[in-house]
């Protein structure tokens, strides 16, 4: 009889362990590659022009959310096909109330992207997007801060193409970087993800 009991036991553990082990392995994992960043994400103490406001900052990143692409508005593929993905992103975050808890920054590679080409770039996909110019210099300091990778592979007349990083940045209501998406980026993935954040 003890020897029963000892079997019930047992396989009433084995039972647990094993609901447990899927639970935890499915809908419970961020799909993000987490990042711990000491640093903000901007240099400090330095502004710059953006699409929304003149004197962008690590403070307009406070306070919410933020998911942050490198682009250029000449790029025939991977940039647009990626901002009309965050535009039905956001769109399905809209639908939770969660629209307005995140934002999306478009950073361009491109020094020839004024701001007036960022701004009717993004704004076509979306026009709560927001567009950010800065110098070569200063792209060159962020690209190294980040981690981002890019590079002018050749030119057509005045237009110049880039390979560059194509991943998805989050950004936290600290300014800090916690993590990012790599191609290839998978709307539902991230929109769980969010709605997990943004909560």
Do not use: W
């Not at 103490?45 to 692409?69: A, M, P």
């Amino acid at each position: 009889m003890r020897m029963n009991k000892s079997y019930i036991i047992y396989g009433l553990a084995v039972v647990i362990l094993t609901i447990t082990f899927f639970h935890d392995d499915g809908q419970d994992k961020l799909k993000y590659t987490s990042i711990n960043a000491t640093d903000m994400f901007l240099e400090e103490n330095v502004t710059y022009k953006s699409t929304k406001i003149d004197n962008f900052s690590n403070n307009s990143l406070k306070g919410q959310t933020t998911l942050v692409f490198f682009g250029y508005s000449s790029c025939p593929d991977f940039c647009p096909d990626t901002l009309a993905k965050s535009n039905q992103l956001f769109e399905l975050l809209k639908k939770d109330n969660l629209d307005k808890k995140l934002q999306l920054l478009f950073i361009s590679v491109d020094p020839k992207d004024n701001l007036e080409v960022i701004k009717k770039y993004v704004e076509y996909f979306n026009k709560d997007f927001i567009g950010l110019s800065m110098s070569a210099d200063a792209m060159g300091r962020l690209a190294k801060r980040t981690g981002v990778y890019y590079k002018k592979v050749s030119s057509t007349g005045d237009i110049d193409f880039y390979d560059h990083t194509g991943a998805l940045f989050i950004v936290d209501d600290n300014a800090k970087i916690i993590g990012l998406y790599t191609p290839p980026l998978l709307n539902k993935d991230i929109y769980d993800d969010m709605k997990r954040i943004l909560n």
